[in-house]
């Protein structure tokens, strides 16, 4: 979009391109604990648009919207990271599942369902699923694994397997194996669990849109999608 002068219409650029970060921003929401506004993922979002609105050149052979979707989730993450969005208490939460999880799974020889997990933890079911809803476990890395090492002296993600400042992450991110071993585990998880997994991975779809397929409530599946999480993480935690 241009003016009468052939100049690029910024704020026209804006207006058509709000729908991208207002659905980037929904997407990022479901990852993310209660206490994260959704305005102010769109408020960041923002400003990463216009940064991509005034860094995009044509000749770099990339299509603006995917350009601008890039800058927009790397605004919304920055921002995370510097909230610290995640609390100590909800990672400690997220960590205590997931080993009960492991224990269970190790006890019963198999997949344990909801009351199970529960029962593991010395929680009621209603305060295990409102457990899940709090902690929102929705990653298999963390952010703050990403960035760095907590104040415990844990070493960060990139650390932990990049530890040659020579090496390529794509490489890792690749990496046959890993990809290979994902899959399986997610084939591991309960069918209404790979339901979710498959609607929001890989069809990009957001909690209401899965609820009404399913026929349950938004937080119900955002209680189903931090068990899947948890499972994977658990299951994935030797690679």
């Not at 991208?20 to 102010?40: F, G, Q, S, Y």
């Not at 079911?125 to 760095?148: F, I, K, N, P, W």
């Not at 530890?163 to 194996?177: E, K, S, T, Y």
């Amino acid at each position: 979009m241009y003016t009468a002068k052939g100049q690029l219409d910024r704020d026209a650029m804006l207006r058509q391109h709000l729908p991208l970060v207002r659905r980037i921003a929904h997407h990022m929401i479901a990852k993310l604990p209660p206490n994260v506004e959704l305005d102010d993922l769109i408020q960041v979002g923002m400003i990463g648009l216009t940064d991509a609105l005034s860094r995009y050149e044509v000749a770099q052979g990339v299509q603006f919207e995917t350009f601008a979707s890039q800058r927009i989730r790397g605004a919304m993450l920055d921002e995370l990271r510097g909230g610290d969005w995640m609390s100590r208490s909800s990672r400690k939460s997220q960590k205590e599942i997931e080993q009960a999880l492991h224990r269970a799974e190790q006890r019963l020889g198999r997949s344990p369902i909801e009351s199970e997990i529960a029962q593991e933890l010395g929680m009621e079911l209603d305060e295990y699923q409102s457990l899940l809803a709090r902690v929102r476990g929705t990653q298999l890395v963390y952010l703050e694994d990403m960035h760095q090492g907590d104040s415990e002296g844990d070493e960060g993600f990139l650390d932990r397997h990049v530890a040659d400042a020579g090496a390529d992450p794509m490489a890792l991110l690749r990496d046959q194996r890993l990809r290979s071993s994902l899959v399986q585990a997610i084939k591991t998880l309960p069918e209404r669990e790979q339901y979710i997994m498959g609607m929001y991975y890989e069809q990009d779809m957001n909690l209401k849109e899965i609820a009404a397929v399913l026929g349950v409530t938004e937080s119900r599946v955002c209680q189903l999608h931090s068990q899947a999480i948890a499972r994977l993480r658990t299951k994935m935690r030797s690679h």
